[in-house]
């Protein structure tokens, strides 16, 4: 369970990364 719960945390992170870089790319 514990290691499920820490994969979701880091492809969040990455889709946050994801996010963040094309915010910055349309601005």
Do not use: A, D, E, N
Not at 5 to 24: A, E, Y
Request: hydrophobic share 50%; aromatic share 12%; proline share 4%.
């Amino acid at each position: 369970m514990p290691f499920k719960v820490r994969q979701l945390g880091l492809i969040r992170r990455k889709i946050h990364h994801l996010w963040m870089k094309k915010t910055i790319f349309t601005i």
